[in-house]
């Protein structure tokens, strides 16, 4: 169970970090461009359930300077190229057919939070449950047999210098 929860919350972190923490990259990496529509709105994806926190942001066919039939991905990208004429964005790095609107500041918080919920993700996916001993709680289990001994104490001591059949008499004349 612990293992299907990390892993789902490694999933639901990860989802979170593309939404979020991708958009940052690209502003900060990524080259300033400013896009234009290149296909009327019907051409548009819509958005998938609630991004960032759960879900995809729609995308756009545009252009750009560099990039003929690039994609635009954002918040209300439809919207936003339908109202203006040309949208600042960001193209992503090594990737330039692709570029994102620049993303709000709760988006760019959301980011950090995505990455302490991937490595909650990541600790509750690898990490080994601690066992318990049986017993009630505050019990504690320790070897109190101090012998080391093979086997068998009876419960007499037997004594260094002895030599003798270990009791009894201990010599002398039996008359």
């Known amino acids: 169970m612990r293992r299907l929860l990390g892993l789902l919350v490694l999933l639901y972190g990860l989802l979170l970090a593309l939404n979020t923490t991708a958009p940052g990259l690209a502003e900060l990496a990524g080259d300033k461009v400013t896009a234009h529509a290149t296909g009327d709105s019907a051409s548009c994806t819509a958005v998938l359930a609630r991004p960032p926190f759960g879900g995809l942001y729609g995308n756009c ?6 990039s003929q039939g690039g994609r635009l991905f954002g918040a209300d990208v439809a919207a936003r190229l339908a109202a203006d004429s040309e949208v600042a964005a960001n193209t992503y790095p090594l990737l330039d057919d692709y570029a994102v609107l620049p993303p709000s500041n709760s988006d760019q918080v959301a980011g950090i939070i995505a990455l302490l919920i991937v490595l909650l993700g990541i600790m509750l996916l690898v990490s080994e449950r601690k066992r318990r001993g049986g017993g009630r709680p505050g019990y504690h ?3 109190s047999d101090t012998d080391s001994d093979s086997g068998s104490d009876s419960g007499e001591s037997e004594s260094v210098g ?3 059949d270990g009791g009894g008499d201990s010599g002398g004349s039996g008359d």
Do not use: F, I, N, V
């Open 61 to 66: 066919p545009a252009s750009w300077s560099g």
């Open 141 to 143: 289990d320790h070897d």
């Open 162 to 164: 002895s030599g003798g």
